[in-house]
């Protein structure tokens, strides 16, 4: 059950796309397509923003999308907004039937 | 609207005991997996247990097996955690969360603090 990885920081301007990666292994991310992507603002709880890889839930904008390829999920997002400064997490389906998250992503907007 | 409100967690000493509640609302919950999911002060999120809908499944992260217990409480709406032999590095926020069987938490509560110190 180690952790996934993901890079500590990311940043970008307003109106860029930028990519977060999320790596694992074969035992997580690159068995299973139960890859799920979380946004959290400070204080706030996680809010869920991709689904089976590349699934989003109602309401959640078209600039957020993701994939997947081996071990590693990543998630992009387009046309940044001010708003969308916050953690990011990543969590995949794991053997076992457990589940693992990353560490965590810092988006800031330039 | 779906609703999740956490309460029980406090300040507690190491080899304490602690129970946690979840009262869910909103939706039919005896349809749906229930997960607990916690974060360390400034720290990432760790996944810590899940829960089918009639109670008979019940996975745990490693750090937790033998100590925490995942239950529920259908007819109450009402998830749980009972935790025991607490340790320092139990302290965080835990949150409860309507869950998928491959445990994608598409709702959350507010969270409580667990806070584990003498």
């Known amino acids: 059950q180690s952790a996934l990885t993901q890079p500590a920081s990311v940043s970008g301007s307003p109106g860029q796309s930028i990519t977060i990666s999320c790596t694992g292994t074969?035992?997580?991310?690159?068995?299973?397509?139960?890859v799920s992507w979380y946004q959290q603002h400070p204080g706030k709880a996680p809010k869920l923003m991709i689904y089976?890889?590349?699934n989003r839930p109602s309401g959640v904008s078209d600039r957020f999308s993701g994939s997947k390829s081996g071990n590693t999920a990543s998630l992009a997002i387009s046309g940044l907004q001010a708003e969308d400064e916050a953690d990011y997490y990543c969590?995949?389906?794991?053997?076992?039937?457990?589940?693992?998250f990353g560490g965590g992503t810092k988006l800031t907007v330039l | 609207e779906v609703q999740l409100v956490e309460s029980g967690g406090g300040l507690v000493q190491p080899g304490g005991s602690l129970r946690l509640s979840c009262a869910a609302s909103?939706?039919?919950?005896?349809?749906?997996?229930m997960s607990w999911v916690r974060q360390a002060p400034g720290k990432g999120l760790e996944w810590v247990a899940n829960?089918?809908?009639?109670?008979?499944?019940?996975k745990y992260v490693d750090s937790v097996k033998g100590r925490f217990t995942i239950s529920r409480d259908n007819a109450k709406n009402s998830l749980y955690l009972q935790m025991n032999s607490l340790r320092a590095e139990d302290t965080a926020v835990y949150y409860c969360?309507?869950?998928?069987?491959?445990?994608?938490?598409?709702?959350w509560g507010q969270g409580t603090l667990v806070t584990v110190s003498s």
């Open positions: 969360a309507r869950s998928t069987w491959s445990g994608h938490c598409f709702y």
């Open positions: 909103g939706f039919t919950f005896s349809s749906h997996w």
């Open positions: 829960i089918k809908e009639d109670g008979s499944e019940k």
């Open positions: 074969s035992s997580d991310v690159g068995s299973y397509d139960y």
């Open positions: 089976d890889v590349s």
């Open positions: 969590s995949s389906y794991a053997s076992s039937s457990t589940r693992v």
